[in-house]
């Protein structure tokens, strides 16, 4: 190889590691407790595979170099095996998986996303009075739509959290798949159509930071992110209380226009939110023609049948899944003996 060639390479090696210098890998330095903890299980993965990897590589160039075609190596062409070469190949890559193996299942069960968060970060348990913030997911084409049941309002591509406080998501779609991300706050979630997904996390530090959707879902994809606002309490207060000066009210007929396709939203600000939406649009039913799902679902528990299936059940309130499915009592089998003053009570289901 010339030397210009070689100065070459070293020239654009040096120039690329300059200019990923620079780079914030959010994901391996992240402003969640949840998204850190990830981050960790990351580098302890890597770490445990370039064991093996490492050494294949060196070896691979010592073997390249030592036996080329000017050295005069060492020649065996009647060796074959070696028990103690078999131990070193098979045992580590073994201990590996093994270890790789219990990481995996420990991790899996201490940042599952449903799990109520433990911590806030490392040696900071949660308060014992402290509630977790809800936030209800809707995922639109294209576009994000935040309910915050507990303060009434209602945001487009637009979240704010406190500081240090848990917050508890409820991920659902309005028609395709999508996945809910914030890279410095936790791995991405799934929403789907008629299903509910959750997610417990926190940030760490105030700041501004990307949300946005990981699953391809349709032509305004690319734009379908929002920003997600990190603040202390004094700050998320005050966030809210410039949320509640909006004059507009998402009201089902409000969510049915807003639901329609369309690109590049800008942040807009809801004072008021029609009760019990987040359930409508999970059950499918925020237009009040349509069954819910949860009342389907109770017609099917009782055999289907089209119309004639309703006739154990009382009559369906349609489109208003607060009011629930409810079955007769009738329907159900209990081995108590049931009062005869609850002979013709009707009992609830619940919704999913």
């Known amino acids: 190889m010339s030397i210009a060639r070689r100065f070459l390479q070293a020239a654009v090696l040096?120039?690329?590691?300059?200019?990923?210098?620079?780079?914030?890998?959010?994901?391996l330095n992240p402003a969640g407790d949840i998204?850190?903890?990830?981050?960790?299980?990351?580098?302890?993965?890597?770490v445990l595979m370039l064991i093996v990897i490492v050494p294949v590589i060196a070896l691979t160039l010592l073997f390249a170099w030592r036996y080329r075609a000017s050295n005069n190596a060492t020649y065996k062409p009647d060796w074959d095996h070696s028990t103690q070469l078999e131990l070193v190949i098979w045992g580590i890559p073994l201990l590996i998986i093994i270890a790789l193996g219990a990481i995996t299942w420990i991790s899996t069960h201490l940042l599952d996303p449903f799990r109520p968060l433990d911590q806030i970060s490392?040696?900071?348990p949660v308060p014992a009075d402290v509630k977790p913030l809800e936030i209800q997911v809707?995922?639109?084409?294209?576009?994000?739509?935040?309910?915050?049941?507990?303060?009434?309002?209602?945001?487009?591509?637009?979240?704010?959290v406190p500081v240090d406080r848990p917050v508890h998501f409820r991920i659902t779609s309005s028609s395709v798949m999508n996945t809910f991300y914030v890279p410095a706050l936790a791995g991405m979630i799934?929403?789907?159509?008629?299903?509910?997904?959750?997610?417990?996390?926190?940030?760490?530090?105030?700041?501004?930071?990307?949300?946005?959707?990981?699953n391809y879902s349709g032509a305004g994809f690319s734009h379908m992110r929002f920003k997600f606002?990190?603040?202390?309490?004094?700050?998320?207060?005050r966030w809210i209380n410039d949320v509640r000066a909006s004059s507009d009210a998402l009201t089902r007929a409000t969510y049915l226009e807003l639901e329609k396709p369309s690109e590049r939203e800008p942040v807009r600000h809801f004072a008021r939110v029609d009760n019990?939406?987040?359930?409508?649009?999970?059950?499918?039913?925020?237009?009040?023609?349509?069954?819910?799902?949860?009342?389907?679902?109770?017609?099917?528990?009782?055999?289907?049948?089209?119309?004639?299936?309703?006739?154990?059940?009382?009559?369906p309130r349609r489109g208003d899944p607060r009011l629930g499915a409810y079955v007769s009592s009738e329907v159900c089998s209990v081995n108590d003996a049931v009062p005869q003053s609850l002979s013709g009570s009707i009992v609830g289901m619940k919704s999913p």
């Open 138 to 160: 809707v995922a639109l084409d294209w576009k994000w739509l935040f309910v915050y049941p507990d303060e009434g309002i209602a945001t487009v591509n637009e979240i704010a």
């Open 229 to 237: 606002h990190g603040k202390s309490d004094a700050d998320y207060q």
């Open 190 to 214: 799934y929403g789907m159509p008629g299903m509910e997904s959750e997610l417990n996390a926190v940030i760490n530090e105030a700041g501004v930071y990307d949300g946005f959707s990981a």
């Open 122 to 124: 490392a040696g900071r």
């Open 35 to 46: 998204a850190a903890r990830q981050g960790q299980l990351i580098v302890v993965s890597t």
């Open 14 to 27: 040096l120039l690329a590691t300059v200019a990923l210098s620079g780079c914030n890998l959010l994901v």
């Open 276 to 315: 019990g939406l987040f359930d409508a649009v999970l059950n499918r039913c925020v237009d009040t023609d349509r069954l819910c799902m949860n009342q389907m679902m109770a017609i099917d528990a009782t055999g289907g049948l089209g119309l004639d299936g309703l006739k154990p059940l009382a009559t």
